[in-house]
């Protein structure tokens, strides 16, 4: 679960990226808007050349609600809908999905921090922000919690100086962090940046 996880927020990441570049390229430092966000490991696609979602599979959604008519609070049913409906862009309802799931359990911090995701990309930056502190909240090290954060103030607030802390605990707490050396990058990209001010 953790690992599809990682992989589901990476590969979102660059989808979103590519939705939001126009928007944010109005709000975000020039120096930092030069810069891609983190997309994984090596090999995957940009939002530019990653070929649309397949169509969403209709017989399991029908089946996952199926099963949330007997038991409302399925938790892997919520999730699973939750992640589909990101799977297809539709973050707006895949936040509808992930709220509701919390609502069962509500320290699953990996899905906390999808839900921020999900709300980052339908530009509630405010909304997202208020998941990832409080994913955070709960575990002060949270890696993936610390680098969308910073991803959401910078390119959702143009907040460079508090993106930077959380960047750096990042890079302090998770030295193995799997993007450890684009975090260094950025964090390197936004200090000139602030020094030019």
Known sequence: ??????????????????????????????????????????????????????????????????????????????TELGNMQFDQKNYKEAANWYTKALEVRPDELDLRTDLGTALFYDNRFDDAIAQFKETLAKNPTHPQALFNLGVALVHGKNDLQNALQYWEKLVETNPNYPEINIVKEQIRVVKEQLNQK
């Open 1 to 78: 679960m953790q690992k599809q996880a990682w992989a589901f927020l990476l590969i979102g990441f660059a989808i979103g990226f590519g939705v939001l570049y126009t928007w944010t390229k109005q709000r975000a430092p020039e120096v930092v808007r030069a810069m891609p966000l983190p997309v994984g490991t090596a090999g995957q696609q940009t939002a530019q050349s990653e070929p649309p979602p397949p169509p969403l599979d209709m017989a399991r959604v029908q089946a996952l609600q199926e099963q949330l008519k007997t038991n409302p609070k399925n938790f892997e049913a919520l």
